[in-house]
Every structure is written in structure tokens, then in C-alpha cells.
């Protein structure tokens, strides 16, 4: 069991940026990975980055160059640097991470309450 708390969203103007972070909490035996969603509305929710236990990163062709995934392993938390934003980047977006059962070893995604982020023209 993960609980997943995500922070930073607001509103910023196009060009702007913002920070958000996420840090999990709960039973679990370890995070293999984990990243950063998106849902505008009348869309569905899509990849932004993800980031493994490796530190291997994975962007949606979108925001390749203006965002950063990173993680802070120590305390189970994953930052997203958003820079140059757009107002096609407003959206929620959710943190997930994929956890190890403790009892089980088998891997469980878990997702966070999500945050909005909102830019303007």
C-alpha cells in the first residue's frame, strides 16, 4: 500500500515554469519506478515521464526538452521540472509509482490524488 502526494501545481503563464513533487509513503518492500501523468479535459490521461530505480528516463515526445524528471530516492520522491510551458501542458497530472508488495514481491501501480496545472496564452 502507497499513498501518493503530489504538489506544485498552479497557475503560470506561457513560457513559465513550475516544480512539482510527489512523495510516497506506506508499506511496500521498494519503488521500481516511478513518474508523471497527464489528463486535459475531453482527453485521456497520457505518459509524461517516468523514471526508473536506474535512473532511466522515459518523455512523451511533447515535452522532450522543456521537462525534467527526477528522484530522490532517499525519500521516495519524484520531482518534474516544467519549464517553457504551454497552454497545451494544462492539464491534472498525476504522480504513479510502481511499488513491491512486501509480503508478495509482485509490483502494484499507485497514483496520486493529482494536482492541476493550468497555463495561460
Known amino acids: 500500500q502507497v499513498h501518493l502526494v503530489e504538489s506544485g501545481g498552479g497557475l503560470v503563464q506561457a513560457g513559465g515554469s513550475l516544480r512539482l513533487s510527489c512523495a510516497a509513503s506506506?508499506?511496500?518492500?521498494?519503488?521500481?519506478?516511478m513518474g508523471w501523468y497527464r489528463q486535459a479535459p475531453g482527453k485521456q490521461r497520457e505518459l509524461v515521464a517516468t523514471i526508473t530505480n536506474g535512473d532511466s528516463t522515459n518523455y512523451a515526445d511533447s515535452v522532450k526538452g522543456r521537462f525534467t524528471i527526477s528522484r530522490f530516492n532517499a525519500k521516495n520522491t519524484v520531482y518534474l521540472q516544467m519549464n517553457s510551458l504551454k497552454p497545451e501542458d494544462t492539464a491534472v497530472y498525476y504522480c504513479?509509482?510502481?511499488?513491491?508488495?512486501?509480503?508478495?514481491?509482485?509490483?502494484?501501480?499507485?497514483w496520486g490524488q493529482g494536482t492541476q496545472v493550468t497555463v495561460s496564452s
Open positions: 504513479n509509482a510502481r511499488a513491491i508488495a512486501v509480503t508478495t514481491f509482485l509490483a502494484y501501480d499507485y
Open positions: 506506506g508499506s511496500f518492500f521498494s519503488i521500481n519506478a
